[in-house]
């Protein structure tokens, strides 16, 4: 089947180690089930697998893609949830030690099919199309966790989201909005400062920029560039919650400000399958839709991989079967 997927590693440049072309179709073990893929979609982590990163050789090739929506075997409308727990593990999936995301140790999404455990189905409202789904199980999800999970904001709060076009920047900014936050968003050009207003933002910043006043809280995938920023915005008691680093991932601690000022500091990863229905409910609901950047067909996936990998993005990318 076609498929996008990785054999080598390459850590300086990923665009190298992308494949596109034929893989064997995935057989569904006992309790697994099979998904035609009609969209699935691109996220950072898919940039990082090409690097290795995550994703050592010896378990490639691996097919690329954590997200998906698509028609299971019943012939039902579903999107995964692509947290792949332990046999028997109960509880918060994001707490399970040996829990992966799918693409890291069991085939990904961007091929004509994918095999996951029954229970990761997740029916997909008839009022999102397949390629909003599936911009929803990865960035989506953790942006939603981190800001209704994590944060301890309430409406009327200020949150402060660093980056305007990536995919949990843009799902951040919109999911604040939509429960009720004040949305500060900075970016790194004014072509992307002006697109997050449109995405949610109520007031963005030049990446770094004083800001008018404190937030309550802050929402950190950039790490290094950024973290300083995020620390020096908070007020005393502010909760920064943090789930990448995709500049880096040993920013300086500031532990005297850390401490003076009584923060939070709050690791985030994915979210649970209920998540993934509340998040579902929120977009039913409200109206609020993914940011979709451009909708590929599968095997021109390379010009997205481009684009993330030069920072140019403006919301997700999709790619449909
Ligand atoms: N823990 C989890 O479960 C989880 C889930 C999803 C994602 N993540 C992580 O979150 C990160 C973002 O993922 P994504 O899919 O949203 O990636 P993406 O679409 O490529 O977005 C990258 C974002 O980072 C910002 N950025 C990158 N380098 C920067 C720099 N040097 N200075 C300032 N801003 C910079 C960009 O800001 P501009 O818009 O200003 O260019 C953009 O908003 C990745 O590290 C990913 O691995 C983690």
Known sequence: MFSVFVSAPNPDDPIAALELGERPEPEAPDGWTRVEVKAASLNHHDIFSLKGIG?????????????????????????????ISSPGWTGDETFDPKRSLLSEVHQGTMAKYVVVPKGNLVAKPAELSFEEAACLPTAWLTAYRMLTNDSRLKPGNTVLIQGASGGVATAAMSIARAIGLRVWVTGRSEEKRQAALGHGAHEVFETGARLPGKVDAAIETVGEATWSHSLRSLRPGGTLVVS??????????????????????IGSTMGTRTELEGLLGLCRDTGLRPVINEVLPMSEAKRGFQAMVDGNTAGKFVFTN
């Open 244 to 265: 990448g680093a995709t500049s880096g991932p040993n920013p300086k601690a500031d532990l005297n400000r850390v401490f003076f000022l009584q923060m939070r500091i």
């Open 55 to 83: 994703l050592p050789a010896e378990r490639m090739p691996m097919i690329l893609g954590t997200d998906a929506s698509g028609i299971d075997e019943d012939g039902n409308e579903v999107l995964i949830h692509s947290v």
